[in-house]
């Protein structure tokens, strides 16, 4: 049952030193703007891209270098986007105009009355969608890589509380940022599957073997398919 209205937080700035945070750069911000290219290479022909969440902004370098034209969209000021506003309400933009929209690391800083609204206005502005996803816990790694043959085997542990289920309206994760996150209950990799494919076709959907707390989608729109 989902809470009374009143009781959600609306969606609102990280609780964190967002200025400080804006200069940081991390190995982890290389390699999630690589993947997030090579996501757009797989899906053809793209050019106008809107970057929901730019962060510290390499994704947007990275994107406009490769010659796409790129829209930022944030609710933080803070990291001068192009468009202010939260991303359950993409009202001032028209069906399909994006040929994708880049969500990275963004949906589980929203309580979760707010997700499908989100997935719902992503599907209605863009033709396809990279939605990025952190892991919950601690995770290991152990991997064999032979790079002669392409050969790749890991195998990634998360410890984590797997009887724990988020309330989907307190933000208990990340140091108080993510109202959820993947694997818990509720939010299983199976489950995740299903609140997207209500508006979406999953095209892949793969563990970042590089950056362990990412879960990665790459979508198509239902209501923008060609």
């Known amino acids: 049952?989902?809470?009374?209205?009143?009781?959600?937080?609306?969606?609102?700035?990280?609780?964190?030193?967002?200025?400080?945070?804006a200069r940081q750069l991390n190995l982890s911000n290389f390699i999630n703007a690589y993947y997030q290219f090579r996501d757009l290479?797989?899906?053809?022909?793209?050019?106008?891209?809107?970057i929901v969440g730019p962060g510290q902004g390499l994704d947007t370098l990275v994107m406009r270098w490769k010659q796409y034209d790129v829209t930022t969209f944030d609710i933080d000021k803070t990291f001068n986007p192009d468009v202010n506003g939260s991303v359950h309400d993409l009202s001032m933009f028209g069906k399909g105009s994006y040929d994708a929209i880049?969500?990275?690391?963004?949906?589980?800083?929203?309580?979760v009355p707010y997700l499908s609204s989100c997935l719902s206005e992503l599907a209605r502005v863009g033709r396809y969608c990279l939605i990025y996803l952190p892991v919950a816990g601690r995770h290991c790694q152990m991997r064999f890589r032979m790079d002669l043959r392409g050969l790749d085997i890991?195998?990634?542990?998360?410890?984590?509380?797997?009887?724990?289920r988020p309330n989907g309206i307190t933000p208990r994760y990340c140091v108080g940022q993510h109202y959820w996150e993947m694997?818990?209950?509720?939010?299983?990799?199976?489950?995740?599957?299903?609140?997207?494919?209500e508006h979406f076709r999953i095209l892949l959907?793969?563990?970042?073997?590089?950056?362990?707390?990412?879960?990665?989608?790459?979508?198509?729109?239902?209501?923008?398919a060609k």
């Open 41 to 50: 290479q797989f899906l053809g022909e793209v050019k106008k891209v809107l």
């Open 102 to 111: 880049i969500v990275s690391h963004v949906l589980e800083h929203l309580a």
């Open 205 to 224: 959907s793969y563990r970042n073997k590089e950056w362990l707390p990412s879960y990665n989608f790459v979508l198509a729109s239902k209501c923008n």
């Open 183 to 197: 694997g818990l209950r509720g939010f299983r990799v199976s489950q995740m599957k299903r609140r997207l494919s």
């Open 154 to 164: 890991s195998l990634i542990l998360d410890f984590f509380n797997r009887l724990h």
């Open 1 to 21: 049952m989902l809470p009374n209205v009143e009781e959600v937080p609306a969606p609102s700035l990280m609780a964190i030193d967002r200025e400080n945070w």
